[in-house]
């Protein structure tokens, strides 16, 4: 399983873009690249997945470089309640089991 | 949307007590997950099941086991609860294993052993 390391913690405020960059020198050929969100007392939400290049939905946008040693979450215009831990996780789809790191604390204030 | 529902949101229990967390999820998936989630260590899987009556270990399944008798339920059980086992439990569930499928968590049970 490919480890993962992104920052502890990250301060923004409201309307800013916030990019977090996950490093995952490791990466195996069919892994893919996963971000899950976590509010307090909540458990985690999937919110966007890649394996190349640039995803985007409606939370978010993945960036991924040719690589694959790294990708950044990018999320335009946080708001408050964007307040959460980030995780990236790296893994492939025969994987047995998902394994959290200790994600990133994203703070957005007024 | 998928909906992963743990039966209880906080419980409280004694030291010795048998515990029995439930996990029911309403979209067929072959997959459930019990993670245990502590501050300044992240979660931690603790069992997992790619069937039913099918488990395997985690990476820290001291003092617990689990049951899956049916596809949708999947229960975490603490045979003999301890205060180190104070912790937020969550339920995952996904149609396929390993970060190329989504995983659908529970809200979370915080328990307390006192």
């Known amino acids: 399983l490919a480890k993962t390391t992104q920052p502890i913690s990250m301060d923004s405020y409201e309307g800013q873009e916030v990019n977090i960059t996950c490093s995952h020198n490791?990466?195996?050929?069919?892994?893919?690249i996963t971000w899950y969100q976590q509010f307090p007392s909540q458990g985690p939400r999937f919110i966007i997945q890649?394996?190349?290049t640039k995803v985007t939905n409606e939370v978010a946008s993945l960036f991924i470089p040719a690589d694959r040693k790294s990708s950044t979450l990018s999320l335009p215009r946080v708001s408050l309640s964007d307040t959460a831990v980030y995780y990236c996780?790296?893994?492939?789809?025969?994987?047995?089991?998902?394994?959290f790191g200790t994600g990133t604390r994203l703070l957005v204030s007024p | 949307d998928v909906k992963v529902t743990q039966s209880s949101r906080y419980l409280v229990k004694r030291t010795g007590e048998k515990v029995f967390l439930e996990c029911v999820q309403d979209?067929?998936?072959?997959?459930m997950f019990w993670y245990r989630q502590d501050p300044g260590l992240g979660l931690r899987l603790i069992y997992f099941?790619?069937?039913?009556?099918?488990?395997e270990k985690g990476d820290i399944p001291e003092g617990y086991s689990v049951s899956r008798e049916k596809k949708e339920r999947f229960s975490l059980i603490l045979e003999s609860a301890s205060t180190n086992q104070t912790s937020m439990y969550l339920c995952?569930?996904?149609?396929?294993?390993?970060?190329?499928?989504?995983?659908?968590f529970g809200s979370g049970t915080r328990l307390t052993v006192v």
């Open positions: 490791n990466i195996a050929t069919n892994d893919y």
């Open positions: 995952a569930s996904s149609s396929g294993t390993g970060a190329g499928y989504g995983y659908t």
């Open positions: 890649g394996y190349k």
């Open positions: 099941s790619y069937d039913v009556k099918m488990k």
């Open positions: 979209m067929d998936h072959e997959n």
């Open positions: 996780l790296v893994g492939a789809t025969g994987f047995q089991k998902l394994v």
